[in-house]
């Protein structure tokens, strides 16, 4: 966790000292050696550097960290504004380190513990007035990378002013959704997932359901994330969530869900057994080679205490649901199916709407606290009170009674129930485009604190929109912007995306500053819609298609050459299409966590909606006088051809697809909207100037195709690429050399567009590009063909 931590840091750009005990079990000669002596924290920081996900955006950022070790290089931390502690859960050993601390770091720098559950007040004891003043708690999730939550637990000593500080830095600078919780057992985020898991282990047993099943109906389907309950537990450790509802248990008598607290017997065998989960190899899920030498995931049987294979769960519930579109159309139709699968989800969400009502203001003085550290923490969509609020306070109250749960009095006896829009209670409200929360205390409604400071697109949608379509949307943001937003499936790309940027357009020339595209969806965009394609393809309609990718280019270089700036913010997934719209900007605000690349060849093709195109321009731009030119076309080459895709925003600068000169990354995604809505303004009130399309791009011609298509040879030669990769790369260097050239040329960019879509459309007519767009379809998956 430490190395971890050092490592997203380090992301950021601060420079960062890393500290760790020295080495044990030294033999007398390498006790004098600050190789040996270094060896835990150097082994520990390269092992989390090669850990898949990689904790770092690019591998040169880890220079930034510098090691050591506790005897030697202590006063290290005298140059440090924040010393932040991440020794193993032991109160003692912390204490020991707060006296090292104290001895050594500067008056007026913060220092705090990563603890998960520890009490802050019990770390501050024999400190001195200036320490108990900047400390606090600092419950970073692990991997702190990926996952949002920042708790902030102060003590009753430590400054308004540090926790201010840390509320805000936590959010702007480290990207995290932060998270003021009170000194409470397991403080917010723990307390109420490791109930949810607890909850879910009795449920299992009371309902006779397997891991396979609960799994089913506890991941997506549900608004929670792929690993659903067991695989969480099983990468977050069985041993560590049985230690925080144990402590629970312990240090919570007067919590009136306690006994569901205690580990069930099947949990404790498996500790027993040394069943911890992936550290210690197996867990609820095993990993083996079958008898074809083939990877295959076991699940346990809780009852037998065997590995069998896996087994899909069957439910009528679970079926009807994935065919309703959107997360609260499934979940509220889920809540009024009557099978056993229906009844589980039901069951386990009275539990958990009873237990967060009884929570506040025990761990938190405010309803959105619990839910925001839950969908931070946990990477639930909705958190409890926003479920709760989907399913109706009202009438899930009164099923809660029927199944002997209750809510806690301020729900019950409350001035909430008839308070919302049409009648019905409400925690939550939106009213002028602000998200307001239920406040207990003052049984009033009131803003919901840091939201004033960035856009959610949730809460514009009671405003009437500028134009709008089934899919797609085009808000007003205020100060001249625009921001079309798509709302198709998985954000894909098709005609109506297309002709929405071009309406969008069209209204944002006349009457706007500029225009921003983007969403706060899970994912920016999975790219353009092959089913579209394949379908067209498959029926012979290749007229359809030329007009269809003539179209998309068009609209591409629109908006390139725009009369007004037009940002792109992309997230999360931004793949094909959606990379290629990336690339025709004014200028392109990524989140740090995005991943995005031309990964067309992957199902057949190349990019064939300007992408080609651009990477060319970029190429002809990186020439510089006496220059080889060569090497900067082969790796832009081997970029496309391998599918490359960037795995953060900073690591999108290094293949070409970001460009350093007008792009930026954000770091907290829930900023991202504000930041490209605040470059539009930038770029509008610094005399944004339409271009026009470029005619000076250099191609290699010949030269270029020797090379390319020498190097594509040999990887099928050496049995790296198919035949069907081969005719690909030959397509692709084509069109990146400006064709059969006799020597290097300046060409246009619509020269280069028309050789894009000729190779584009003639790899459609190629069966075996057919096949793999099936496939992707069907599996996800490409063939290899």
């Known amino acids: 966790m430490g190395s971890r931590l050092a490592c997203h840091f380090a992301n950021i750009g601060c420079r960062v000292v890393l500290l760790d005990i020295v080495t044990p079990g030294l033999s007398d000669s390498d006790k004098t050696k600050p190789s040996a002596r270094n060896k835990l924290v150097n082994d520990s920081l390269q092992n989390a550097l090669k850990s898949s996900p990689s904790p770092i955006y690019l591998p040169e950022y880890a220079s930034r960290i510098t090691t050591g070790n506790f005897e030697d290089n202590f006063d290290l931390i005298s140059d440090c504004d924040w010393v932040l502690e991440a020794v193993i859960e032991r109160l003692d050993i912390k204490k020991q380190v707060f006296e090292k601390v104290e001895q050594d770091r500067r008056q007026g720098s913060i220092v705090s513990t ?41 003590s009753t000593q430590t400054s308004p002013g540090v926790v201010d500080f840390l509320m805000h830095y936590g959010d702007l600078f480290l990207g995290k959704t932060t998270v003021l919780c009170k000194d409470t057992p397991a403080f917010i985020a723990n307390r109420v997932g490791v109930f949810a898991i607890m909850a879910i ?38 041993d560590t969530l049985v230690k925080v509802a144990e402590g629970v248990y312990q240090h919570c008598p007067d919590d009136e869900s306690r006994e569901l607290m205690k580990v069930p017997a099947f949990v404790k065998a498996m500790l027993e057994k040394g069943w911890a989960g992936e550290k210690s190899g197996q867990g609820f899920y095993k990993k083996v080679k079958n008898e074809k030498g083939e990877r295959e995931i076991l699940t346990l049987d809780v009852k037998t205490m065997e590995y069998r294979p896996k087994q899909k769960a069957k439910f009528a519930s679970v079926e009807a649901a994935k065919l309703t579109d959107g997360l609260v159309p499934r979940l509220q139709m889920l809540n009024k199916q009557q099978d056993k699968g229906a009844e589980f989800i ?131 943001l205020g100060g001249g912007v625009l921001c079309l937003e798509f709302r198709s499936k998985v954000n894909a790309i098709g005609t109506e995306e297309i002709n929405a940027i071009n309406k969008s357009l069209d209204i944002a020339e006349k009457d706007f500053a500029g225009l921003v595209i983007g969403n706060d969806a899970a994912n920016f965009s999975a790219g353009a819609n092959l089913a579209m394609m394949l379908m067209a393809a498959v029926e012979q309609e290749f007229d359809v298609l030329e007009q269809a990718i003539r179209y998309f280019q068009n609209t591409v270089m629109r908006m390139k050459y725009a009369a007004v700036p037009v940002v792109v913010a992309p997230h999360g997934l931004a793949l094909g299409g959606a990379c290629e719209l990336s690339l025709h900007t004014a200028s392109t605000v990524a989140a740090a966590e995005t991943y995005i690349g031309l990964v067309e060849v992957g199902v057949g093709l190349i990019p064939g909606g300007g992408g080609t195109k651009e990477m060319v321009v970029r190429t002809s731009d990186s020439f510089t006088e006496g220059d080889t030119k060569l090497p900067h076309l082969q790796q832009r080459f081997v970029t496309i051809a391998t599918a490359k895709v960037a795995t953060s925003g900073h690591e999108a600068f290094e293949i070409g697809i970001l460009n350093r000169k007008k792009d930026r990354v954000v770091v907290n995604p829930r900023r991202l909207l504000l930041e490209a809505k605040e470059r539009v303004l930038e770029l509008h009130n610094s005399g944004y100037v339409q271009g026009a399309p470029r005619r000076d791009i250099e191609v290699m011609g010949r030269t270029g195709l020797g090379l390319l298509y020498a190097g594509s040879e040999a990887f099928r030669i050496a049995n790296y690429a198919t035949d069907h990769d081969l005719l690909i790369a030959k397509k692709l260097a084509w069109v990146m050399c400006g064709g059969d050239l006799s020597s290097p040329q300046r060409v246009s960019e619509q020269y280069l567009l028309d050789l894009e879509r000729e190779a584009f459309l003639s790899l459609l007519g190629e069966q075996k590009s057919l096949q793999r767009i099936e496939s992707v379809l069907k599996t996800g998956k490409p063939v290899r063909n």
């Open 114 to 154: 990563n603890t998960s559950g520890i009490p802050i007040e019990m770390m501050l004891e024999g400190r001195s007035d200036d320490f108990k003043k900047h400390f606090c708690g600092t419950h970073f999730f692990n991997p702190p990378r990926y996952l949002k939550l920042l708790e902030i637990i102060p």
């Open 201 to 238: 282990f009795h449920l299992m047993e009371e309902m006779d359901l397997t891991v396979d099943e609960v799994d089913a109906l506890s991941g997506p389907l549900t608004g929670k994330p792929k690993s659903a309950t067991f695989r969480t537990c099983d990468v977050v450790g069985i």
């Open 346 to 476: 039901r069951k386990l969400n009275y539990s958990i709407f009873s237990y967060v009502s009884h929570r506040i203001p025990e761990i938190a003085d405010h309803l959105y606290q619990v839910d925001e550290a839950i969908k931070a923490g946990f990477g639930w969509e909705i958190g409890p009170f926003e479920l709760w609020d989907v399913l109706g306070v009202e009438e899930t109250t009164r099923g809660m009674k029927e199944t002997g749960l209750s809510a806690a009095d301020w729900v019950e006896n409350s001035p909430l129930p008839g308070s919302g829009a049409g009648g019905g209670a409400t925690f939550y409200r939106r009213e002028s485009g602000k998200r307001l929360f239920y406040d207990i205390t003052t049984k009033s409604y009131k803003p919901v604190p840091g939201h004033e400071d960035i856009i959610i697109l949730d809460n514009l949608r009671a405003q009437k929109p500028v134009w709008e379509t089934t899919g797609n949307i085009l808000h007003d």
